[in-house]
């Protein structure tokens, strides 16, 4: 013969089953908020475009004295490339040539080619200059084994 339990009493089961499902609800939280903030923190906006763009992994950068820059003058004062060069060369840069730019800038700026972005914004915050921005190939092919140029505009 089957007995039956009366349901008001309680069953160590049923607590068992209950705080194990908790467990799992509180551990699933804390992994998706982990998985949120990694996703939030891999993107941040990009200055000034109001766009919102992927942050590539870091990299460890190359040290200033692997980095050579083509430092060229385009604001038109005399020697201005010349006095950044040279501060730059004791920045610690392995080389820092400077020459003229063919036409004048407004803005001054640092280009960098593909894979050496970081040393370029590093390159920037050295210097002081706001604009990094990819190079488009103008560079005359003998200047084509600088990965770096910063360009003086007038401001």
């Given amino acids: 013969m089957e007995h039956v339990h009366p349901l008001n009493r309680p069953s160590p089961w049923r607590a068992a089953t209950l705080a194990g499902a908790l467990l799992v609800a509180v551990a699933l939280a804390v992994v998706g908020g982990l998985m949120l903030v990694n996703r939030l923190e891999r ?29 060229l003058n385009g604001n038109g004062i005399s020697g201005a490339a010349g006095t950044e060069a040279t501060k730059l060369l004791a920045a610690g840069y392995q080389h820092a040539i400077p020459t003229d730019a063919s036409q004048d800038y407004a803005t001054s700026l640092v280009l960098f080619r593909r894979g050496w972005q970081g040393e370029a914004q590093r390159l920037a915050r050295d210097a002081g200059i706001r604009s990094v921005a990819p190079l488009d190939g103008r560079l005359p092919s003998a200047d084509a084994e600088y990965r770096v140029v910063l360009i003086l505009g007038s401001n």
């Fill in 43 to 71: 993107t941040r906006p990009v200055p000034g475009t109001g766009r919102v763009s992927k942050r590539q992994p870091a990299t460890p950068l190359r040290p200033r004295s692997r980095v050579s820059v083509l430092v």
